[in-house]
């Protein structure tokens, strides 16, 4: 008996294994059926520069499988390799520590966070999805390219110097560090100083002048403007406008603008602003010979035995090395607002708004022995009074949206509550006035007629819709300050500012519109159409913004750098914001982009006349 026990005891342990053996493999089973995600197709979505982008990621139970973009509203030209590539690298790599591309952060970070959103609810660990390791394999190829003329930069002088060389018949390769042609003037808000062009006599101005250029040019620029490069600009920036309209297909808006810091008007926009300039200018460099090569990085240039330049290193973000000869190089790699360790103090304090691209790569390159390239001017950057701080030092412009209001009834006040400029002044002198304020800001006062102008205006600068709601929602609580309130009290009570002084300041004003006269500030009559009227009532700040450096290399008349000794530096042009001091410590609307394309089209026909 006693053994029968001990076998049924056996048994009865043998059974209990293989149940729980059994109940172990059902388990396996049920969380591999589950898998690690829910099979199907779910929506994510990300705030990017200029709005929502939103994606479909469709999935299997153990992988992600299809990923498409359905709806974004992000620069062309700028954003086009995040838009693809990164959904692609994530189903390749089931990862989402893929590479990113260069110059497109917003829009990389809003692919990202709407895949994320999809993957989490189909169930998926984004954390873990952000260590999967995405290794790729670098090249050690070693290319040589020789050319009549090598550029740095594929910014506006980039661009324009590189057309004007192979419309002369050189050989030209043309190198860019980020993702895409473009530079500053893609991002801009697209206006162009056309003096002396067909365009602007066509558009009704014909008296304007170089001399009168040159003396607004010089007032703006506090008399720091160098004189050469000046009168080389305004002398030439009208040809430069009509060969970029009719040979490289730029086109304009017809109206010219009226700004107080031009005699005479000689301003106007591109279709599309610098977003359409920019496409219509790749799409020029397409049909030449010109040789491009994005996401390369000039590291070193190259000198031969008599100091003259002839060529630089570059390597590309796949590692590939370029060994670059060429009989010139124009450095027009833009400026270098982003480069903490080249600004001075006064610009360390300003809201940065420009490109990420703008590191100072030209002066970096010619700091060495061998070049020594002198600089002027470095302390000055362009400094804006709209701005909003979107995050810790970096700014969004409202430019767009204020001259579209100013145009009717809005004003700038200060945190007392009172009226201090004339709203239709001189950047330079609004921004005079807004560093006297003890909190260096001021406030853009509108009604709902004025703010539902504003709002479209401003996307142009990246301010989307979906911001101002969120900015709102805040009331002041954090920066950026947009307040709000259904009367003039509710406004001043949540700015904090004494509601008397702002409705006598408002009382005042629209009298003001009444009479026809604004006694204060002199705000010109048609700029003030109409009074301060129906609520809900906002309050914007206004800030201290700078992309644009005034500072950079030394040049001469043919845009040929020169050393610190005062010599030139032989093969060696630059192009654009790169070259310090011709607008001196300041620059009025449209004449960086101006500037850019006219010196880079003058840098190609200087080398080319030594060339040959």
């Known amino acids: 008996m006693k053994k029968i026990g001990k076998i049924v005891g056996m ?35 990300g705030e990017g520069k200029n709005g929502p982008i939103v994606v479909e990621v469709t999935f299997t139970t153990d992988k992600i499988e299809k990923i498409e973009v359905i709806e974004h509203h992000e620069t062309e030209g700028l954003s086009d390799k995040s838009l693809q590539e990164i959904p692609e690298s994530v189903v390749e790599y089931q990862s ?42 670098q090249s050690n190829e070693v290319i040589e390219l020789t050319s009549d003329v090598a550029i740095i930069g594929g910014g506006a002088a980039g661009m324009s110097a590189a057309l004007r060389a192979d419309e002369l018949g050189l050989k030209t390769v043309l190198f860019e560090k980020m993702s895409y042609l473009g530079g500053a003037i893609s991002i801009s808000g697209g206006n162009q100083v056309v003096m002396g062009s067909k365009l602007q006599e066509e558009a009704g101005v014909k008296q304007d002048n170089v001399d009168s250029m040159v003396n607004d040019f010089m007032k703006n620029g506090d008399e720091k403007n160098v004189p050469e490069l000046l009168n080389l600009y305004a002398e030439n920036v009208g040809s430069t406008t009509d060969w970029l309209h009719e040979y490289v297909g730029i086109q304009y808006e017809p109206d010219l603008h009226k700004l107080a810091e031009y005699s005479y008007d000689r301003e106007l926009a591109y279709t599309d602003g610098g977003p359409g300039f920019a496409k219509t200018a790749r799409e020029k460099i397409e049909k030449t010979k010109i040789d491009v090569h994005l996401e390369t990085q000039v590291n070193e240039l190259t000198v031969d035995d008599n100091g003259a330049v002839n060529g630089f290193v570059a390597q590309a973000t796949d590692g590939t090395t370029y060994q670059v000869k060429a009989k010139s190089v124009i450095i027009a790699s833009g400026g270098y607002g982003n480069n903490q360790e080249l600004l001075t103090d006064n610009l360390k304090n ?46 969004k412009s409202t430019i767009a949206g204020n001259i579209a209001v100013f145009k009717q009834n809005a004003i700038l006040i200060n945190a007392n509550g009172k009226r201090v400029v004339n709203e239709r002044a001189s950047n330079r002198e609004i921004l005079e006035v807004e560093l006297a304020q003890p909190e260096q800001m001021l406030y853009l006062l509108m009604d709902q007629e004025a703010f539902d102008l504003f709002k479209p205006a401003v996307a142009e600068a990246g301010i989307s819709e979906n911001d101002i709601e969120k900015w709102l929602e805040n009331n002041g609580s954090t920066t950026p300050y947009f307040f709000h309130g259904d009367t003039i009290n509710e406004l001043a009570e949540a700015a904090a500012i004494d509601a008397t002084t702002l409705n006598r300041t408002i009382e005042t004003y629209n009298g003001y519109v009444e009479v026809k006269e604004d006694k204060d500030f002199q705000r010109p009559v048609e700029f003030m159409p109409k009074k301060i009227g129906e609520g809900p009532y906002y309050l914007v700040e206004q800030k201290p913004r700078f992309a644009t450096t005034m500072g950079g290399l030394v040049a001469n008349e043919q845009l040929q750098v020169i050393n610190k000794e005062g010599e030139i530096i032989l093969g060696l042009y630059a192009a654009g914001e790169i070259v310090g001091g011709v607008m001196g410590d300041d620059s009025p609307s449209g004449a960086n982009n101006a500037w850019a394309l006219t010196s880079g089209k003058l840098a190609s026909e200087s080398l080319a006349e030594k060339i040959k």
């Open 350 to 395: 300003v809201l940065y708004y420009g490109p990420e691209s703008s590191t100072g790569d030209g002066i970096i390159l010619t700091e060495t022995d061998e070049i020594n390239a002198a600089t002027r001017l470095m302390e000055y950057g362009k400094t804006y009074p709209n701005g909003v701080e979107v995050s810790k030092g970096k700014a």
């Open 96 to 137: 989402l520590g893929v590479d990113t591309v260069s110059g497109a952060s917003l829009t990389n970070e809003a692919v990202l966070a709407a895949i994320s959103e999809a993957i989490e609810k189909a169930g998926g660990d984004t954390e873990a999805l952000k260590e999967v390791a995405v290794e790729k394999e």
């Open 11 to 45: 048994l009865f342990f043998l059974f209990v294994i293989f149940v729980s053996i059994s109940a172990c493999t059902n388990n396996e089973t049920k969380i591999e059926e589950q898998g690690t995600y829910k099979a199907g197709t779910f929506e994510g979505q």
